[in-house]
Each structure stands twice: as structure tokens, then as C-alpha cells.
């Protein structure tokens, strides 16, 4: 954990107690602080469980008028110093920042690859500089006015500081409510920011620049045919896996036996000294239990594997959960999955390399043949789809998972979303008229009060890709992505350090070229030229089964079937919790849920995410 306050009172000086104030030690992070402090400022560090307390303490020049703190990993140090000059920093990577930055100023990040949070205090020339990644691995909030500046990797140390107001920021809450998370660079707290990915914040005496120092383009296509891509995608991955594994550390992976996590495996295997561990879990049911592809790959590679199950029984483990999210999240129960995962891993591994981010590299996500076939019904007048569309949003729920009544279902009520969202139009979960009738009265002024989509169409209209596929790849880079990075972030309350090779910024520049037309080929072969490159190296069981489902539970199920399950979420959503909050109107909850029950409709993810938030607010509000 990184954090730190440029600060001045009346005489100039940060005040001491300012520290404990802020909630340093508040935050559930075990480790030594180590701390700068001078005149007007302080920064420290609090080492992450899997980290050594030396290798994340702030750095400093000799006469300390530069100071680096560096949460993260520089993954291509060997390649920017020297390998004398790299022993001596004995893994510091706060130390191995501070020679880059002296040696090219703030430019110094344009030559990293790794995941971080950085804040450089440079008194030479009186400035502060907050940087973040490429992608947003490593968080960063901060915090500012006309007299501090206040920043952190975790929201909770900034809004505990006494200067800083605990104000529910209902524009968050609103995105929250359409996309089960919070996409936006603001957060739940008014005042209190996110550092936007690949995003330099200067500070300099009141005056606050953020500027980018990496932009993600689609607009160049490789002249390359189409198995020299997938030999350069091959050698890519495998570069962008070497690059991540350290055999210091006893590295497991996250399997669930699709792509993904199959080829991480893969390449993982050739570079491991030890053994590797892989970790699964399994939901039984019909359409949901794919554990069986996971011990396709760990017989293959001949990992120690360890099968965990969940249950309905699991379910109110969330509340638990929910203490460690910076802000609410939810994806329907996958992040409990996602830490049992955690639990069962923990004392085994303390690093997990994670395909998180191969949707995005080749076109994986269902919604991209949503965005397909919505291609189509556009052209046709809204006089003629219009009673197709009403009769396929009055179809019963099913039990399963996908079948063509889900998925008729599913696309006839995301079709009426504006077509701009592109890949976003499938995953909104509320009307604005939905949205209205849920919100209470007092409130509905506030969340009105702008466009909700703005988030979505703001990243939209950056891209510069040929193709909807493109843009949409793009804007998912900017919004999804951060989604799968604050559940496998939960990993580190076990002390284990979640690697991502690939969101490799090289990798994704280089498959960001790659045709559209190669990514999902004709209607609905996804990942194409992903399998093209895998063929050779994963069983074909793996790269061309045709059943795949996605890490998923079928807690719609169990909400109507599991007694246990459903007065877990009827107690958190009962008449006098709704009321106490007075956030919603508890008719239109009820009617939701009434409405799941009798499978008129399946209402799980807006449920289970209202009682996530309630659970989150109890916590932190």
C-alpha cells in the first residue's frame, strides 16, 4: 500500500497526527510502515503480505530531495539497468524507480512494463508525480484542494482523514446500479478520484496536470498473414509469461479449463523450477460444472491440482468479502469464487499468474456476437423488430445457464439500450424508467442529473479502431478490464501477488493490429486466430470445445430454490433495511424479487448487486 499527503497548516509543516488520522493502520494491511516526511509533506509505505518490508520502502536520493514510493513490480528491470546497479537495489522497487526517474524524468514510466502505483516528490523542482499503469492493476485514489493533496492506493486511508468527507457520491451509485460496478473515474465518495490508467497526475503549488503518457491504438492493421500472426502471438504470450514468473515465489494459477487459463498453464509450465499449482472450483449443476476441462489440463501438464467446491453454503461468505472492495462490485457470485480461490490457494502459492484479459485480446466475450448481430437488426425499421423484440422479453427465465431462450431473452431487452454503448448495450441492467421507479423519490433529482451513459460513450468516441469490434475492444480496455482487476486484487488479503501477462501493453499493442475479421471469424467462431496460435501447444479438447460456458454459479437458481440462499437475501433486502438506507423503494425491490421467484424474470444480478451495496455501505458508510 502506497500513500501519502502534501499538506500545509498555518506554519507549513504536515501535522503528525495527520497519519494515524487518515487510517493508515486501518486498512487491514499487515507490514511496517516506512515513511519520508519533511516540511510540508509525507510519504510511506506499508508493504503488501506477499512483499518483503525493504523491497517496498520509499527510496530517496542522498540528499533526499527526490523521493520515490513504488507499489507494484517493475517486470523489465534487467533491461533499464545495469545488472550491477540492479543488484545493489536488492529488489527495491521504489529504488530501481528513483535511478529511471534521474535518469529521464517522469518519462522514465514510458519505458517500464509492470504493474504499478508510483508518487515521485521532486523538491528540486517543487513538483509531486502520481502515476499509475497501463492498464489500472495497481489502484490509486486520490484526494485534492487549494491546500493538500491527499492520495493513496486504498479509498478507505484517504476518506478517513478528518479533512476529507465521508459524501456519498450518487452519481457513482448510479453507475454502479446499470453496470454492477462503478466505471467512472470519480468514486462513491465525493471528492475523492481515481487516477485514470496510463495517466501521469503533476501537482505543482495548487496547479494539478493529468496527462497520459500511453494511449492504446486499433487504428494500424499488420500487413502479416494469417499464420505469422499466430506464430508472433505465440512468441508474444510466451515472452509476456516469462517476463511475469518468478521462481522465488511459489507460483499457482487460477484454472477453470477455458482458453485463458489453459494456455497460462501452458506457458507458465516451461519456465517453472518448482512445482505448479492450479486451483479450481466447481458449482454442480447442469450447464455451470466445467470442472472437468480444468483436469483435462492439470493431467496434461501434470500440475498439483486441488478441485474446490462451492455451494449454496457459500453464499454469505460475500459479507465477509465485501470488507476488502475499495468500492462495490459484483458478478453474480464469481467474486465469492473468486475467493474461495483465494482461501484454498492461501500458505499453498503466494503468486498467481491469471489469463484475465484474453477476452479482450482476441474477442472472447459473448457480447462482441451480441454487438454482431445487433449489426443487423438496426438496419431493419423499428415498426418490424419491435413486436419480435416484445414478445422475446416475455419469455419465461430458464434454469440453464444459456440456451436460446436465455440468450432470445437477454439480447430482445438490451436491443432498446442506444446502440452507441456498443459492446455495453448487453450488459446494462436497469431502464432509465427502471432506474426512476427503483430510486427513492428524494433522490431522484440527484441521480438525474446528468447522462448515465457518459461514462461508457466518452471511451467510445476515444477509440480510433475501423470497426465496432475495435471501438468496443477499446472501451473495454478502459472499463471491464478494471472490473477482473478489482476481483483478482481481493487475492491479496491472502498475501498473493496476481500477475497478468496478458495485459502485456506489448502484447495488446501488438494483437490491438491484428484484423477484426481474425478475432471472431464469420458469425460466431471467437478467438480465432487465439486458437490458431494454441493448437500445437493445448490439448485440442481445449482450444476447439464447443460447450464452453464461462467461470459462472447458478446463484439465480439457488435464490429460488435454497432455502438458506434466499433468506440470506430477503433479510438484506427487507422492508426495514431498505427503508433505514432510504436509497430505494422497497415496493419495486420486492416486486424484483417476486418476479425472480416466479421466473418471470431473472432479476439475480440486480438483486445480489443491491445487496452487495448494502452490505458495502454498513461497512464503510
Not at 520515490?68 to 543488484?87: C, H, K, P, R
Not at 502520481?130 to 492520495?151: Q, T, V
Not at 482523514?161 to 466505471?183: C, I, T, W
Not at 446528468?450 to 468496443?472: H, M, T
Request: some cysteine.
Amino acid at each position: 500500500m502506497i500513500w501519502g499527503i502534501i499538506y500545509k497548516d498555518q506554519k507549513g509543516n504536515v501535522p503528525k497526527e495527520s497519519f494515524k488520522k487518515m487510517g493508515y493502520f486501518g486498512d487491514g494491511v499487515v507490514g511496517e510502515m516506512k515513511i519520508h516526511q519533511g516540511k510540508n509533506f509525507a510519504v510511506g509505505s506499508i508493504p503488501l503480505p506477499h512483499v518483503n518490508s525493504e523491497q517496498a520502502a520509499p527510496a530517496a536520493n542522498d540528499d533526499e530531495t527526490v523521493i520515490v514510493v513504488f507499489q507494484g513490480q517493475i517486470y523489465n528491470a534487467a533491461e533499464l539497468l545495469d545488472s550491477e546497479t540492479l543488484a545493489a537495489c536488492r529488489g527495491n522497487q521504489s529504488q530501481i524507480a528513483l535511478l529511471l526517474y534521474q535518469k529521464r524524468g517522469k518519462d522514465f514510466i514510458k519505458d517500464v512494463n509492470g504493474k504499478f502505483a508510483f508518487a515521485v516528490i521532486d523538491k528540486n523542482e517543487n513538483k509531486v508525480i502520481l502515476g499509475r499503469d497501463r492498464f489500472g492493476i495497481e489502484p490509486l485514489y486520490y484526494s485534492f484542494d487549494n491546500n493538500k493533496l491527499i492520495f493513496s492506493s486504498t479509498l478507505q486511508s484517504i476518506v478517513n482523514n478528518p479533512d476529507v468527507k465521508k459524501e456519498v457520491n450518487f452519481h457513482a451509485l448510479y453507475q454502479f446500479l446499470l453496470f454492477n460496478y462503478n466505471p467512472a473515474l470519480y468514486t462513491f465518495y465525493k471528492n475523492v478520484n481515481k487516477l485514470r490508467p496510463a495517466h501521469l497526475l503533476v501537482y505543482n503549488e495548487r496547479i494539478t496536470n493529468i496527462e497520459p503518457y500511453w494511449k492504446l491504438s486499433f487504428a494500424e492493421i499488420t500487413p502479416q498473414k494469417e499464420k505469422e500472426i499466430a506464430e508472433e502471438l505465440l512468441q508474444r504470450m510466451t515472452e509476456a509469461v516469462r517476463l511475469r514468473v518468478d521462481n522465488s515465489l511459489q507460483n499457482g494459477i487460477f484454472l477453470s479449463g477455458g482458453m485463458d487459463s489453459s494456455t497460462m498453464v501452458a506457458l507458465t509450465s516451461s519456465f517453472i523450477e518448482n512445482e505448479l499449482k492450479t486451483f479450481s472450483f466447481r458449482c454442480r449443476g447442469e450447464t455451470f460444472d466445467e470442472s472437468h476441462y480444468a483436469q483435462i489440463v492439470a493431467d496434461h501438464y501434470k500440475t498439483i491440482h486441488k478441485l474446490t467446491e462451492y455451494s449454496a453454503e457459500d453464499v454469505d461468505s460475500i459479507a465477509e468479502l465485501v470488507k476488502h472492495m475499495n468500492e462495490p462490485f459484483c458478478d453474480v457470485g464469481i467474486n465469492i469464487a473468486t475467493y474461495i480461490l483465494g482461501k484454498a490457494a492461501e500458505n499453498e502459492v503466494n503468486c498467481v499468474i491469471t489469463g484475465d484479459g484474453g477476452d479482450e485480446l482476441y474477442g472472447g466475450h459473448p457480447v462482441y456476437m451480441a454487438d454482431k448481430a445487433a449489426k443487423y437488426f438496426d438496419l431493419i425499421p423499428s415498426v418490424l423488430t419491435k413486436p419480435f423484440l416484445s414478445l422475446g422479453s416475455m419469455l419465461p427465465d430458464s434454469d440453464k445457464k444459456k440456451n436460446l431462450v436465455v440468450k432470445a431473452k437477454r439480447f430482445s431487452e438490451s436491443f432498446q439500450y442506444p446502440k452507441e454503448l456498443f459492446s455495453h448495450r448487453w450488459r446494462v441492467y436497469y431502464q432509465p424508467k427502471q432506474i426512476n421507479e427503483l430510486i427513492d423519490k428524494d433522490l431522484i433529482e440527484q441521480m438525474n442529473s446528468y447522462d448515465p451513459y457518459q461514462v461508457i460513450l466518452r471511451f467510445n468516441k476515444e477509440a480510433d479502431g475501423r470497426d465496432i469490434l475495435s471501438r468496443s475492444l477499446y472501451s473495454d480496455y478502459n472499463t471491464v478490464v478494471s472490473f477482473y482487476l478489482r476481483r483478482m486484487g481481493l487475492m491479496r488479503h491472502f498475501g498473493i501477488d496476481p500477475r497478468f501477462p496478458m495485459l502485456d501493453h506489448t502484447l495488446v499493442e501488438y494483437a490491438a493490429k491484428i484484423p477484426s475479421k481474425l478475432k471472431i471469424k464469420g458469425s460466431s467462431d471467437t478467438k480465432y486466430i487465439f486458437k490458431k496460435a494454441m493448437e500445437n501447444v493445448l490439448p485440442h479438447d481445449i482450444v476447439y470445445r464447443k460447450d464452453k460456458l464461462g467461470h459462472s454459479i447458478p446463484l439465480k437458481n439457488w435464490m429460488r430454490d435454497d432455502a438458506k440462499v434466499n433468506e440470506f437475501i430477503t433479510d438484506w433486502l427487507s422492508e426495514s433495511v431498505i427503508k433505514k438506507r432510504g436509497f430505494f423503494d422497497y415496493k419495486y425491490v420486492s416486486k424484483m424479487l417476486d418476479d425472480h421467484l416466479a421466473k418471470k424474470m431473472n432479476n439475480s444480478h440486480r438483486l445480489w448487486a443491491l445487496v452487495v451495496l448494502e452490505l458495502w455501505f454498513k461497512e464503510n458508510i
